[in-house]
C-alpha cells in the first residue's frame, strides 16, 4: 500500500489531454513539493516534473502539473503513442523520514 | 553529464545478504549539494524509495527496511553502495541507484542508474 495514491490506469485518444491524480497528506504532499516520474516499458524511470511544476530542460510544455493541499495533478495534452508509460508522483514523507512514491499510473493513448 | 552505474551479482540466495555498488562517473559522491539514493521495483510492481546518504555519512532508510538496510559511502572511489540482509524472494526486484536533489522543502530525484535485477532463489 503506497504512502501515495494514483488511479492504477487513465486512458486517452491521441491528441486529446490526460490528468493524472495523486493523493496523499501533511506528512508528504502538504509540506513538501510533489515531482513527476515517466517511466517508459523496459527503462529506469525520468524526472518530468520537479519542484511542484518545474519542467527539466528538454521536457515538453504538454508535460504541466499543479499541487494544492494535500494533492498533486499530472497533466498531458496533446497525447502521443510515445507517451505510453507508468508514472509515478514522489515527495519526501516527514513522518517516515522518507521518500515515497505514488503505486503509479499505467497510461494507454487509444 | 551524469552517470550511475549499479554493479553487483543477479543471483542471490535466501537468507544471504545483498550487495550492491553504484560507480557515479561527472559527479562527485562528495558534493554537498545531494544525497545518493536506493530504489528498487519489484517484477511487474511499482518504486520503492530503500534509502539514501548524505556525503556526511547522514542516512535515511525506509521503515519497513530499516532494520535491514545499510547505504555506506566510499568517496576515494566515487561509489556508494547498498547492503540488504536476509533476503527473501520478496526482495526480488530491479535496484536502481539514484541522485537525490533534497533541500529543505525539496525532493526529487534527478539522476537514475540503468537498474539492475537481482533474484533471490537457490
Known amino acids: 500500500q503506497s504512502v501515495l495514491t494514483q488511479p492504477p490506469s487513465v486512458s486517452a485518444a491521441p491528441g486529446q489531454k490526460v490528468t493524472i491524480s495523486c493523493s496523499g497528506g501533511?506528512?508528504?504532499?502538504?509540506?513538501?513539493?510533489v515531482s513527476w516520474y515517466q517511466q517508459l516499458p523496459g527503462t529506469a524511470p525520468k524526472v518530468l516534473i520537479y519542484?511542484?511544476?518545474k519542467r527539466p530542460s528538454g521536457i515538453p510544455d504538454r508535460f504541466s502539473a499543479s499541487k494544492s493541499g494535500t494533492s498533486a495533478t499530472l497533466g498531458i495534452t496533446g497525447l502521443q503513442t510515445g507517451d505510453e508509460a507508468d508514472y509515478y508522483c514522489?515527495?519526501?514523507?516527514?513522518?517516515?523520514?522518507?521518500?515515497?512514491f505514488g503505486g503509479g499510473t499505467k497510461l494507454t493513448v487509444l | 553529464q551524469l552517470q550511475l552505474q549499479e554493479s553487483g551479482p543477479g543471483l542471490v540466495k535466501p537468507s544471504e545478504t545483498l550487495t550492491l555498488t553504484c560507480t557515479v562517473s561527472?559527479?562527485?559522491?562528495?558534493?554537498?549539494?545531494?544525497?545518493w539514493a536506493w530504489i528498487r521495483q519489484p517484477p511487474g510492481k511499482g518504486l520503492e524509495w530503500i534509502g539514501s546518504?548524505?556525503?556526511?555519512?547522514?542516512?535515511y532508510y525506509t521503515p519497513s527496511l530499516k532494520s535491514r538496510v545499510t547505504i555506506s559511502v566510499d568517496m576515494s572511489k566515487n561509489q556508494f553502495s547498498l547492503n540488504l540482509s536476509s533476503v527473501t524472494a520478496a526482495d526480488t526486484a530491479v535496484y536502481f541507484c539514484?541522485?537525490?536533489?533534497?533541500?529543505?522543502?525539496?525532493?526529487?530525484?534527478?539522476?537514475w542508474g540503468q537498474g539492475t535485477l537481482v533474484t533471490v532463489s537457490s
Open positions: 519542484d511542484n511544476d
Open positions: 561527472a559527479g562527485s559522491v562528495s558534493s554537498s549539494s545531494y544525497y
Open positions: 539514484a541522485r537525490q536533489d533534497q533541500l529543505l522543502w525539496r525532493y526529487y530525484i534527478d539522476y
Open positions: 501533511r506528512s508528504n504532499i502538504g509540506n513538501y513539493y
Open positions: 514522489g515527495t519526501w514523507d516527514s513522518s517516515l523520514s522518507a521518500g515515497v
Open positions: 546518504i548524505y556525503y556526511s555519512g547522514t542516512t
